[in-house]
């Protein structure tokens, strides 16, 4: 089973920029994620989860939400077991809870919450002067 933890969240000024990373772990010296795909989303308070950016396994395929899209990059390093989203030019909407999560069907770069099977327990981003 994979686990995901998630960090890098905090506070930034409206403009400002966060790389959050998620670094996935699990059973056996074998682990590795090299064939799942990721997905970051992210909650605020009152509002339903949102799919952000994903990425497939091989990173060759990515995929942003239209409210993120040329601000924010996701990115991959399979030998560090870890997938990054760098976010830029941060906007105070971009507040919530930011979760990742991972498929087993690594050719999939979707912003669909259901089609992900393990996730993390999110990192809170704060976008405020």
């Known amino acids: 089973q994979l686990q995901l933890v998630e960090s890098g969240g905090g506070l930034a000024q409206p403009g400002g920029s966060l790389r959050l990373s998620c670094a996935a772990s699990g059973s056996g010296s074998g682990f590795t994620m090299d064939y799942h795909a990721i997905g970051w989303f992210r909650q605020a308070p009152g509002k339903e989860r949102e799919g952000v950016s994903s990425?497939?396994?091989?990173?060759?395929?990515?995929r942003y939400s239209d409210s993120v899209k040329d601000r924010f990059t996701i990115s991959r390093d399979n030998a560090k077991n870890t997938v990054y989203l760098q976010m830029n030019s941060l906007k105070p909407q971009d507040t919530a809870v930011y979760f990742c999560?991972?498929?087993?069907?690594?050719?999939?770069?979707?912003?669909?919450?259901?089609?992900?099977?393990?996730w993390g327990q999110g990192t809170q981003v704060t976008v405020s002067s």
């Open positions: 990425i497939s396994a091989s990173g060759g395929a990515t």
């Open positions: 999560a991972a498929t087993k069907r690594g050719w999939v770069a979707t912003l669909h919450p259901d089609a992900y099977e393990e």
